[in-house]
């Protein structure tokens, strides 16, 4: 059971990784197409770096959001195999595992709405502004806060 709940930590980390990187080259992006719309449209060759630039970045984010995606399944399989298998935070009477639970099932959503994001953003659909992409980017940052809380507190 220690080597599956190593497994799940190293996961869980490199999955955070991925969600907080991700959203930063939204960010990127969102300034990359600020700043090209702010230029001169006579400055052809700005126009061609951004273009560049652009592309860049968005395959940047395909990648990382299809490398991103085998490792949540992991994280996730190895979790559920950790909760129903082994019976953690299951047979104990609380509600922090089902609470968990719930911010899990809100990670997976926000992951699906990075993918939706990506697949927007190479069809050349501007999203939002790079302001609004920062504040996206923290939603993971507060599931990693309370769902941490949880497992190490277990308060309910």
Not at 20 to 42: G, M, W
Not at 47 to 55: C, F, G, Q, V
Not at 57 to 86: D, H, V
Request: glycine residues 4%.
């Amino acid at each position: 059971m220690l080597y599956i709940k190593a497994f799940h930590i190293i996961f869980v980390v490199s999955w955070f990784a991925g969600l907080f990187y991700l959203p930063r080259i939204f960010v990127n992006i969102a300034l990359v197409e600020k700043e090209h719309s702010e230029r001169n449209p006579t400055a052809s060759n700005s126009e061609i770096i951004n273009l560049r630039e652009r592309i860049r970045l968005i395959l940047m984010a395909k990648k990382l959001f299809k490398f991103i995606t085998p490792i949540m399944s992991f994280a996730i399989g190895l979790g559920l195999l950790l909760w129903l298998w082994y019976g953690i935070g299951l047979n104990d009477g609380s509600i922090w595992m089902s609470l968990k639970a719930f911010l899990v099932v809100l990670l997976i959503s926000y992951h699906l709405y990075c993918g939706k994001i990506v697949n927007a953003l190479s069809k050349n659909i501007s999203h939002w502004s790079h302001i609004k992409f920062r504040w996206f980017n923290e939603l993971p940052v507060l599931l990693l806060f309370l769902s941490v809380l949880l497992v190490v507190i277990k308060p309910f």
